[in-house]
């Protein structure tokens, strides 16, 4: 069983960064493709980013290209979301998630394990 937590989060201006993090426990993390989503009130949740096992891909929502970059530490067994020049629309609760085929997939019905979340607001 894993179990992810996040940590990062919290109240930013437009224009703005913050970097997120993951740290996973109870398994084998260097295993798992971890990915990024996030749920806006009143809306779905949609993927944000996606890293594979080794690191060496990743795989972005179009949304967010250019300002966030996936990152993942395999000896830290923790994934890292930094997310700069920042919206009032990525606003949201940001959950991390293991995928365990490692495949690094931005379809939110391939992940095994799944996070609390932590809130991200971007004021205007």
């Known amino acids: 069983q894993v179990q992810l937590v996040e940590s990062g989060g919290g109240l930013v201006q437009a224009g703005g960064s913050l970097r997120l993090s993951c740290a996973a426990s109870?398994?084998?993390?260097?295993?798992?493709?971890m990915g990024w989503f996030r749920q806006a009130p009143g809306k779905e949740r949609e993927s944000v980013a996606a890293i594979k096992r080794s690191g060496g891909y990743t795989y972005y929502a179009d949304s967010v290209k250019g300002r966030f970059t996936i990152s993942r530490d395999n000896a830290k067994n923790t994934v890292y979301l930094q997310m700069n020049s920042l919206k009032p629309e990525d606003t949201a609760v940001y959950y991390c998630?293991?995928?365990?085929w490692g495949l690094g997939s931005l379809t939110i019905s391939d992940y095994n394990y799944w996070g609390q979340g932590t809130q991200v607001t971007v004021s205007s």
């Open positions: 998630a293991a995928e365990t």
């Open positions: 109870g398994g084998t993390f260097s295993r798992y493709a």
